[in-house]
């Protein structure tokens, strides 16, 4: 059976060669391209013959319902397929699809952080063993692998289906997966000030949608990463 990914990209160039890399088993991307980007993710996905490149425009900001109405139009696309629907940060640790009885499994994304034992971010090494120190939080136990086909809806994040007849905690967990936000600050400081605080629409500040980079400063993340440079080693 066939896997697919849906993901969006708005001035990715650092994590898309490590996205690339790290799902080559996938047979095809579908990447949904903000076309407001000013550096080189266009150039970098075109290059790859996997990347079915979906071009979105987003005119007052980064708008979260935009995103969502996109990822169902989507996934409503894809047929005789397992799809994961992820982030650009989001790292599964898997490489084939499924062969359980579930039609839908949640993945495990682990907080990671640059550990004060680890070195900096390489490309031509495997994304498991760069960065193994970190937590759970629940809210990124998220119910990204499905099949196709299904009449799915997910919540802004993706951190949750809407269908009311689909327990959460009864949908079991695949595997484990790094959620690199934060996993250092060469990438992580642009990435979410100039390319998450400072594209948020009114929309989404009204909403407060994705709130937790409406007003992060440079220091709160310099902060945070220290605060974590001591975590557990979680695999």
Known sequence: MRIETITFVYNEE???PFYLKHYDFVDQFNICYDIRSTDRSKKILEENKKVNLIPVNFPGGWNTMIRQL????VYDTIKDSWVLNIDCDE?????????????????????VF???????????????QQRSHGYLDSLYSKPILVKSGQVLSWTPGNHFLTNPAIKQDNIPVYCKGAHWENAD?????????????????????????????????EEQIVLKCKEHSNDPKIW
């Open 70 to 73: 996109m990822i169902h139009d």
């Open 185 to 217: 600050l060469s990438f992580c400081l642009e990435r979410r000030i100039k390319n998450r605080r400072d594209i948020q629409s009114a929309y989404n500040r009204r909403m407060n949608f994705g709130i937790h980079n409406h007003n992060i400063t």
């Open 114 to 128: 640059r550990h004060v034992t680890e070195t900096d971010l390489d490309i031509n090494t495997p994304v498991y």
């Open 91 to 111: 790292f599964a640790f898997m490489d084939t699809v499924p062969t359980g009885k579930s039609d839908i499994y949640r993945i495990d994304f682990y907080n």
């Open 14 to 16: 650092f994590l898309i």
